[in-house]
């Protein structure tokens, strides 16, 4: 699957891997780190861990040959971590500082994805200073949207602060709560989108390559940050069919290419394609988790690639933004 990438291009050399961060996702940073250190310790590459909440000194100090980035959110996948890696000419895994930050900013990725012509659910954002509006927000979102409607964070991931709104009532609690949440960066807010019925897929790529598309089932409710992370009902079905497959893939690559993405990324889709309802891309995940209930590496698996394989893949093809 990887035979024009140079798999070894780094064994023999100091690498390092970035985990943890401040982020609400810090412990499934965590968890990806800690998969990633054991992969390339059983294939007997020099690892240093870095926590980026403490390490960024010992980075600049050691000055590894390559980074393997596994942290998810805040500034580790916003483009600043990337910039900080640009600055010290360190190669790294993933998308680029620009690619990064706009995939993060999920109402600037809308704008740019609806302009090329992928489909995304109607909604709008909001700005910290604009919360304190509720009334005007909740008449907004019944006379543009129409309920129910759907409100999360404008830059987190892991469904981390998503909340399925019904009604005036619901959807104020959720600003309230949200509201608590939304930090300073240029990409925080609030995003109030139309909530679509149908199944969820996620569709993943390493540079042009599609691993696949995995339809997800949660056992109960939406896929939320228990349903990823700490239930064991939600199923995860790799999907053949080509009239959902394809359009689905049609989609992702072009969103892929229009935000600039590289490396591993994950696209995600709500609705049933072929169907008569709406089919909309959720998001581009631009550093996707590598935990045990992780989806690409389970979409790399059916493709008879080793995990231990596969992250060296992603080692190898660490570079900078001219690289």
């Known amino acids: 699957m990887f035979e024009e990438v140079e798999m070894t291009r780094f064994r023999g050399q100091s690498v390092g891997i970035a985990t943890g961060g401040s982020s609400h996702e810090r412990e499934i940073s965590l968890q990806t780190g800690r998969a990633f250190e054991q992969a390339l310790a059983s ?23 390559a980074m393997l980035l596994g942290i998810h959110g805040g500034l580790g996948e916003s483009g600043a971590l990337q910039g900080f890696l640009e600055s010290l000419a360190i190669p790294y895994t993933g998308s680029g500082v620009l690619a990064s930050a706009l995939a993060m900013d999920k109402r600037r990725a809308r704008i740019v994805c609806d302009a090329a012509g992928i489909p995304v659910a109607r909604g709008f954002g909001l700005r910290q200073a604009e919360l304190s509006r509720r009334p005007e927000i909740i008449d907004r979102a019944a006379d543009e949207v129409g309920f129910p409607v759907v409100a999360k964070l404008n830059d987190s991931g892991s469904s981390f602060g998503v909340y399925i709104c019904r009604n005036r009532k619901s959807l ?41 598309v995995v339809r997800i089932r949660p056992g109960e409710g939406f896929y939320d940050f228990e349903a990823k992370y700490e239930s064991s009902d939600t199923e995860y079905d790799i999907v053949t069919d080509l009239a959902i497959t394809e359009p689905l893939e049609q989609w992702s690559r072009a969103a892929f290419g229009e935000l600039g993405c590289r490396g591993v990324a994950r696209v995600d889709f709500k609705g049933e394609p072929g169907s008569d309802d709406p089919v909309v891309m959720l998001e581009a995940n631009t550093i996707p988790g590598m935990t045990a209930t992780s989806l690409v590496p389970k979409m790399a698996a059916h493709k008879g690639v080793e995990f231990a394989d596969f992250v060296e893949a992603m080692l190898a093809t660490a570079r900078l933004d001219d690289g």
């Open 172 to 212: 104020d609690d959720a600003l309230g709560r949200l509201q608590d949440d939304v930090g300073q960066a240029t990409s925080s807010g609030v995003l109030i989108e139309e909530f679509i019925e149908g199944p969820e897929y996620t569709v993943g790529f390493f540079d042009d390559r599609c691993l696949g």
């Open 43 to 65: 294939l007997d590459y020099d690892v240093t861990v870095y926590d980026v909440a403490s390490d960024l000194g010992q980075i600049v100090g050691d000055r590894p040959a």
